[in-house]
């Protein structure tokens, strides 16, 4: 009788471990895998944390240019990299026998090369709208390579995953009949925030006892927000002197250009930077602040990070955009235009009512412990494996 588990090939591109949505929803993936009875081999890039997950082998390529990070989306360094992926892909379904190839955003074709070199099924695994990523002429013309290719891709995967409901509307389409699976995001951590912790963090960042933390966590991508997050700060600071913004988040360069836009705004001194926390902290040092920001501005997947705000209860002002009304309404969040101004108007208005701070937390909480958690994630992961491995 054989008693050997599946194997599994997962392939991606994106650094692994690394603090940010992708690398952190792989995360997740591998141990919904590995507790449903799969044995996981991963392929990536050799940029990332070395991150041990029990039942996973973690294969790296090669690093010709010593990378130290990638970018958020294209890049020449991701396109040799992907080159170095598919050799190495085709070596190992040479020697082992997967059961699935699974690959993720632009790893896509490289799964459904190998899946069908080796035999086995393949899963595209959807994380963003190519859309997102429009910005200079030649950047479109890749990114529009890009969706051709991703199509592609879709129409001859065995199934798809999409991490929002507008992402696996776009599958549908490009892809007519195939099988299409919604499986969401989940906070970034399984820890449980500690509020004695979170009582210490607060009482630390704040430079006077009256000061509300008014805080932002993520990528400093554009597409995030984060030019609306910083103009938004002057003119929450002219009539709410008490408040202080905390960015969680941002490589050091990132930083210090921001820095040296609030000193020559003449704010610096209510901006704190902690740079990029390690996620199993940062259940704690979100449930230290008082008010949490969401400035999406493009893109049509929900922000990550909506998710870590709501598992910590605290009270949310976030953009009207379709990324967010996907998981918020006006029952439990300050939905705002796009503006500056209108912005700081949200923030302000919480700022000023501590009531509508305390209903907003209580509410949103509920979503974390009724549809987005680990548990809803695993046996929706696990249905997607079934589908491909035993089908009907």
């Not at 994380?127 to 030649?138: F, Q």
């Not at 949200?346 to 680990?374: M, V």
Request: glycine share 8%; hydrophobic share 45%.
């Amino acid at each position: 009788m054989n008693t050997s588990k599946p194997k599994v090939l997962i392939v991606s591109s994106m650094p692994y471990f690394q603090w940010r949505g992708s690398p952190i929803r792989l995360g997740f993936d591998l141990l919904a895998l590995t507790e449903l009875g799969y044995e996981v081999d991963l392929l990536t890039v050799p940029v990332g944390e070395n991150r041990a997950t029990p039942g996973v082998t973690i294969h790296r390529v090669g690093n010709p240019f010593g990378a130290k990070e990638l970018p958020i989306g294209p890049s020449l360094h991701k396109l040799i990299f992907d080159v170095l992926i598919l050799f190495r892909a085709l070596r190992l379904v040479r020697k082992q026998r997967y059961a699935v190839v699974h690959g993720i955003e632009d790893t896509g074709v490289i799964a459904w090369i190998a899946a069908r070199f080796g035999g086995a099924a393949m899963i595209f695994e959807k994380h963003s709208d190519p859309a997102s990523y429009k910005g200079r002429p030649l950047r479109n013309v890749v990114m529009t390579l890009y969706r051709w290719v991703e199509h592609m891709v879709m129409r001859r995967a065995d199934a798809i995953i999409g991490t929002g409901e507008g992402l696996c509307d776009q599958a549908r389409a490009a892809a007519p009949g195939k099988p299409v699976f919604h499986i969401f995001d989940i906070p970034s951590s399984l820890v449980e925030p500690d509020e004695q912790r979170a009582a210490a963090i607060a009482s630390r960042l704040r430079a006077k006892p009256d000061e509300l933390l008014v805080c932002y966590g993520g990528s400093f991508a554009i597409y995030q927000g984060i030019d609306l997050l910083f103009n938004c700060m002057p003119y929450v600071l002219d009539k709410h002197p008490q408040a202080r913004f905390i960015i969680i988040g941002g490589t050091a360069e990132e930083i210090e250009a921001r820095r040296v836009w609030l000193r020559n705004h003449g704010i610096d001194a209510h901006v704190t930077f902690l740079g990029k926390l390690p996620p199993d902290e940062l259940p704690h040092y979100l449930a230290a602040m008082d008010i949490l920001l969401s400035p999406r501005q493009a893109g049509i997947n929900s922000p990550l990070k909506l998710l870590d705000y709501l598992k910590v209860a605290r009270p949310i002002v976030a953009t009207d955009h379709q990324a967010h009304r996907m998981i918020l309404d006006d029952t439990f969040a300050m939905l705002v235009e796009p503006t500056p101004p209108a912005f700081a108007e949200g923030i302000g208005w919480l700022i000023a009512d501590e009531d509508t701070r305390l209903r907003y937390s209580a509410t949103g909480r509920r979503l974390i412990d009724e549809r987005y958690n680990f548990a809803e994630y695993k046996r929706r992961v696990s249905s997607v494996y079934t589908s491909v491995t035993s089908p009907e």
